[in-house]
């Protein structure tokens, strides 16, 4: 769907425990390339005690980013490094529908059984709603809304970060396959043509525009 909808990219992560699927992206990602055309694959998730070390740092309110973003371009540059090597991916967990509260309202169940499981600390409980709506808001790092809220978190991000590219984690906690096959299309054909379109506008010719991913 992905591919067929024109995204830039589709990524899978390595995780090793009954409940998800993928012990070996490469070899998720070579069946993948059979059925797909165009778009690009990657792995998403390293686990670092099974694989070279690497530093990954992409976890709570954006504005908290920004120095450190800043920080990575200054020393890259003081390294000899010009802006095409100095790249920047932020991700989010994801899920869009045509209205703000349908959205929400849709993911919800699945988003607070996904943390109750899944982050440390949580000890199975179940996020509660006034988290889940707190994280969802205009400055908070889920991505759960309308195409037009997820715009302008994009581009908000891309204000303050000015990052390469937005990966969105699509399909968590168990959601149904048309609801993510949907999310999927509407990323595709009502958030990516704004996104890039206004990128383009406002990036120096030396850096590309946004793209997005799943």
Do not use: C
Not at 3 to 18: K, Q, S, Y
Not at 78 to 102: K, M, N
Not at 113 to 132: E, K, S, V
Not at 166 to 184: K, M, Y
């Amino acid at each position: 769907i992905a591919d067929d909808a024109g995204l830039d990219v589709f990524g899978v992560g390595e995780h090793h425990r009954p409940d998800f699927a993928i012990a070996s992206p490469a070899v998720v990602l070579a069946a993948v390339a059979q059925a797909t055309e165009r778009i690009r694959l990657t792995s998403t998730v390293t686990v670092l005690s099974t694989a070279d070390p690497v530093k990954v740092f992409v976890l709570g309110q954006p504005e908290r980013f920004a120095p450190l973003a800043e920080l990575y371009r200054t020393t890259g540059a003081g390294a000899g490094h010009g802006d095409g090597a100095l790249r920047i991916g932020v991700t989010s967990h994801f899920y869009v529908e045509p209205t703000p509260q349908g959205a929400r309202d849709t993911f919800f169940p699945y988003y607070s059984r996904y943390i109750g499981n899944n982050m440390p600390g949580a000890r199975g409980q179940l996020l509660p709603r006034h988290a889940f709506d707190s994280w969802a808001a205009r400055r908070g790092a889920l991505f759960a809304g309308s195409p037009q809220e997820i715009i302008d978190k994009i581009l908000w991000e891309h204000e303050i970060l000015g990052h390469d590219r937005f990966l969105a984690q699509i399909g968590l906690g168990g959601l149904p396959f048309t609801e993510t096959a949907r999310s999927i299309e509407l990323l595709a054909t009502d958030v990516l043509p704004v996104v890039r379109r206004e990128t383009i506008a406002r990036t120096p010719p030396q850096r590309s525009s946004l793209p997005a991913s799943t």
